[in-house]
């Protein structure tokens, strides 16, 4: 498992991520805004699940990305 959190675009975090990334590992990426089907495009290797969330004394979006190897 790797986390982050305001760190990178999906895609640079994904590549970077993954050299240390177990085979069934999973990647974990907090994120502002939901992201777009153009920020995910390159992602297409990757079962993407996104789920928000909120976080208390914060009225703005947020989610978690989840990213599983298909």
Do not use: N
């Amino acid at each position: 498992m790797i986390t982050s959190r305001a760190f990178a675009s999906l895609t640079d975090f994904v590549s970077l991520a993954v050299p240390c990334l177990a085979d069934a590992g999973v990647l974990y990426a907090m994120k502002g805004k939901k992201p777009t089907a153009e920020e995910m495009a390159d992602l297409q290797a990757w079962h993407i699940d996104i789920k928000p969330i909120c976080v208390p004394k914060l009225d703005d979006d947020r989610c978690v990305v989840y990213l599983t190897k298909q």
